[in-house]
């Protein structure tokens, strides 16, 4: 830096007491170590600045400055503390804490006054800058109607402090196990002003007794006897609307799939909806009658048929 304390402050030599305050307390904010860690040159400049500002605030030694173009106590004169710089500062020196009374300052105008009000420091201690609160995360157990069609919860969500929150938020339509719904401004308060975090909930869907998922679609199993496979027939099948009537044509065979448009879950932002699958499940008796064996001999010699051929 400038060996003339003005150039080095940024000043003329005809700044008042508070051009030369403003001007070390600009500086102070750009080059104090305890914005640098480590930054070893932030040190040097930030000890050049104070050597400067010693001489500059106070009435006698800048009027020796100025009469003998020199500091008036000179490098490794001045008090304890180090070098002749507050809190060790000085060539050579380290951080430390600063003694102002060493130089004779009382808080009204000098380094004390400037620190203060650069870093709210009480003297000592730099204020911390705003923290964001830190995020909560919450796991909720919901049955699976309530997932594929949105619902509407209350938590009592536990925070750092010990505190407890009730917080009543949507869970939206068609979320899959293990889907995480955001709840902004919901986690752990933030410090010194800084905004709260957000409350993450991670939903644990409960199986249901006959309804199962893939994608957006809905799946159920329709048991049918061997004469309503046969046959045809009209059969009610429960829905995640509500109960739905569907038809089994004649001839239906096991596994078959038949769709019930869109009675599926919603996409995102309740986007195109899936659809319903019945999957046909034949049931045949355990144990029958001498004469239901009879007949259904009777009715295999009437129906020829060979279901394995081609497969092998």
Known sequence: MANDYYERLGVSKG???????????????????????????AEAKFKEINEAYTVLSDPKKRSDYDLMGQSPFGRGSGPQGGQGYPGGYGPGGGAGNFNFEDFGFDGAGGFEDVFRDVFNMGGRQRQRPPQRGGDIEYSLTINFLHAVKGTEVKLKVARSAGAQETITTNIPPGIHDGSKVRVPGKGNKGTNGGPAGDLYITARIKPHAYF????????????????????????TVPTIDGSSTIKVPPGTQGGSKLRIKSKGVYGANKSARGDQYVIIK???????????VRLIEE???LNPSSPREGLW
């Open 15 to 41: 700044a008042s007491d508070d051009e030369i305050k403003k001007a070390f307390r600009k500086l102070t904010k750009k080059y104090h170590p305890d914005l640098h860690p480590g930054d070893k040159a």
């Open 282 to 292: 034949i049931v045949v008796p355990k144990s029958v009658s001498f004469d239901s």
């Open 212 to 235: 199962k998922r893939t994608g957006n679609d809905i799946y159920i199993d329709l048991p049918v006897t061997i004469a309503e496979a046969v046959n045809g027939t009209k059969v």
């Open 299 to 301: 009715f295999d010699k």
